[in-house]
């Protein structure tokens, strides 16, 4: 969700709703080349009409930055199914309720966080200018935002790390949806072709869940995460 749409669709009394993939963010590397790839093809120039990603060669070079064959498959299908760019336009049906439901199956990736892994993360300043941002936006159009850490395939080894990142986003004065399983899930039939991406069965229980939580206002305090995390050392 970018803060310069808000305007374009948020009304009064509205709640905006910032899902995270927990188990994706690194500590702080910023916004991967892959990244930056991918919101290039998406907005084009666009993208840097903000004072969050800066125009400048070292963006540019990322974004050209790449080994032949890569090159070589993407203007292939870019030249033969221009409106195709992503796996998920080959087989996708969008339903008028707004449920986009795809066909597509893959090999699941069960996440362990390996032992060991040393319990930090910073914010990237980027984010933080941006999450501020649509706090702002959120405000002026007299509605409120929230965050809640979206289900992911994987073990519970990741909780103390998720934990960290809803205190992470409570000190920025977010209110963090309560899942005491802080988004780790280990049913594979909630998902689809991947760890991130919930199956019409575990669709409708993380939306039954989420919208039982959002009306009975249950956020997490710091107090609480604080605890947990002490819990975990």
Request: hydrophobic share 35%.
């Amino acid at each position: 969700m970018q803060y310069r749409f808000i305007p374009q669709i948020f009304t009064k009394g509205d709640t905006l709703i910032i899902g995270l993939r927990g188990t994706l963010l690194p500590a702080d590397n910023g916004m991967t080349d892959m990244g930056l790839k991918f919101c290039f093809r998406i907005m084009g120039m666009d993208m840097f009409n903000n004072s969050i990603l800066p125009l400048n060669f070292k963006n540019l070079s990322r974004i050209a930055r790449g080994n032949a064959g890569e090159w070589s498959m993407f203007f292939t299908k870019l030249l033969a199914t221009p409106g195709n760019m992503y796996k998920y336009d080959q087989d996708t049906i969008l339903h008028d309720s707004g449920w986009c439901e795809n066909r597509l199956h893959g090999q699941l990736d069960y996440k362990v966080l390996p032992p060991g892994t040393p319990l930090q993360l910073r914010i990237h300043d980027n984010l933080r200018s941006m999450l501020t941002k649509t706090q702002q936006e959120c405000a002026v159009k007299g509605g409120t935002c929230c965050v809640y850490i979206f289900a992911n395939y994987c073990s519970p080894s990741y909780t103390p790390y998720l934990a960290l990142l809803a205190l992470k986003y409570t000190d920025m004065g977010f209110k963090v949806v309560k899942d005491e399983s802080f988004g780790c899930y280990t049913d594979p039939t909630d998902f689809a072709d991947t760890g991130y991406h919930l199956s019409p069965q575990g669709t409708l229980k993380q939306s039954r869940k989420l919208a039982q939580k959002l009306k009975n206002q249950e956020f997490w305090t710091r107090e609480e995460l604080a605890t947990i995390l002490r819990y975990y050392g």
